[in-house]
Nanobody, 126 residues
């Protein structure tokens, strides 16, 4: 069992920055990759970024490439998402996810992830 808890969401003005955190607990040794998704009201869950367990490899969706950065906390079992140049269309509930299945690539789809956090709301005002 793996538990994931997102934090750091809130209200930010357009053009601003925000850091989200995903704390992992439980059988974290089973995690091979982690990712970030978001879901706006009435929309499908959207892939944002993925990271290998070590943080050595990352992959980003085109919508956030160059603006968002995913990394592993150096001292804690935590994944970070640094969001810059935020836009109103970034408003959504942001979810952390973890995959235990080994793959030679970073997972990018919902079905490739086993564990999910409860989500944290990010609202970007214009």
């Amino acid at each position: 069992q793996v538990q994931l808890v997102e934090s750091g969401g809130g209200l930010v003005q357009a053009g601003g920055s925000l850091r989200l955190s995903c704390a992992a607990s439980g059988s974290i040794s089973s995690i091979n990759a982690m990712g970030w998704f978001r879901q706006a009201p009435g929309k499908e869950r959207e892939f944002l970024a993925a990271m290998s367990r070590s943080g050595g490899s990352t992959f980003y969706a085109d919508s956030v490439k160059g603006r968002f950065a995913v990394s592993r906390h150096t001292a804690k079992d935590m994944m970070l998402l640094d969001m810059n140049s935020l836009r109103p269309e970034d408003t959504a509930v942001y979810y952390c996810a973890a995959s235990f299945q080994y793959r030679p690539y970073l997972p990018r789809y919902n079905y490739e992830y086993t564990y999910w956090g409860q989500g944290t709301q990010v609202t970007v005002s214009s």
